[in-house]
Structure formats: C-alpha cells, structure tokens
C-alpha cells in the first residue's frame, strides 16, 4: 500500500488545492492553518511535505529567499514545488498594492546553482518552466511565442505569468 502524499497549499485563501493541508493569514472556507507567512519558522518539522503549492502568493511576501529557504526546509528530499507567479512588467504586477516582490525567469537561477551566490543554501533542480502570455498580446503578436518572448524585453504586458516546479 502506498502512502499518500503530503501536500501543503501556501497561501492558498478560499481555493485550496485538493487534497491538501492550507495554510493562509486569515481564516477562509478551507485554510487550516492560520499563520502569517511572515514569521519564521513555519509551524511545521523538517522534510514533512512531498509537494508545496505556492500559486500567486510569493509576489505577496517581502523576502523571496526566506520564503524559499522555508520551503526547502520543509521540503522533503525529491520533493517538488510548484510555484505560479505574476511577470514582473506586466500590470497586474503593479495593480495589486499587496505585491512586494517582483519576478523574473532569472530569478530563479538564484536558487538552482545557475548563478554563484552565496545568501542561501535553498538549492532546487528546475523541472518545468512555462510563461503564460497576456491574451491581448497572444492576439497582437499572432501568439508566436518566440517573437512575443522577444518583443516582452522591450513592451511591457506581453507575458503575464510563470509556472514553475523545482525539486529538492
């Protein structure tokens, strides 16, 4: 018999992700632990989760490689995590007053040993990476990905997104 997977949401407000444990600052229909995702450490042990989701919750909290630091923590060893994010120049990155934190594709090579730095420990294996593309954009640019990736260095609002996944 298997064990089931331990699944943690984080920041997962009222639509928590099936199956798992929710955690979020105030209580909703479906948050089971409430915490404020500011304060460290997160009320669980080490290794205690094979999956995190974190879906567009990360742009909320001020101090990216606590919070990655955090998941690695809780993390188990080929644990995966599953991250989705708003594209640092597209609008609904600065409409919203409670993003304090900004993205990129390149973000992430801080935490996957791309890029030599030496603030954290929280090291991942990047599985997946795809951008989402704003629909306007999709229909300017005739949704040729290549040339709207090109042209989002120089127009804002042409990617709106990321989805990610980093094991441990």
């Not at 060893?77 to 594709?105: A, C, L, M």
């Not at 990047?126 to 005739?142: H, P, Q």
Request: with cysteine; net charge positive.
């Amino acid at each position: 018999m298997t064990k089931a997977k331990k699944i943690l949401d984080v920041g997962c407000g009222d639509a928590k992700v099936k199956g798992s444990i929710g955690i979020d600052s105030i209580k909703l229909p479906g948050v089971d632990i409430v915490h404020n995702l500011n304060n460290y450490p997160w009320p669980f042990k080490k290794e205690t989760f094979d999956e995190i989701y974190m879906l567009n919750i990360i742009e909320h909290l001020p101090d990216t490689i606590k919070v990655m630091e955090e998941v690695y923590r809780i993390l188990k060893k080929g644990g995966k995590v599953h991250i989705v994010t708003v594209y640092w120049n597209h609008r609904h990155s600065v409409t919203d007053p409670q993003h304090v934190s900004f993205f990129n594709e390149l973000t992430w090579d801080f935490f996957t040993g791309k890029r030599k730095d030496y603030y954290t420990k929280a090291r991942f294996k990047m599985e997946k990476f795809k951008f989402t593309y704003d629909k306007a954009a999709s229909i300017i640019f005739l949704n040729i990905k290549p040339l709207m990736r090109l042209m989002s260095y120089f127009l804002c609002n042409i990617i709106d997104g990321m989805y990610l996944t980093l094991v441990k």
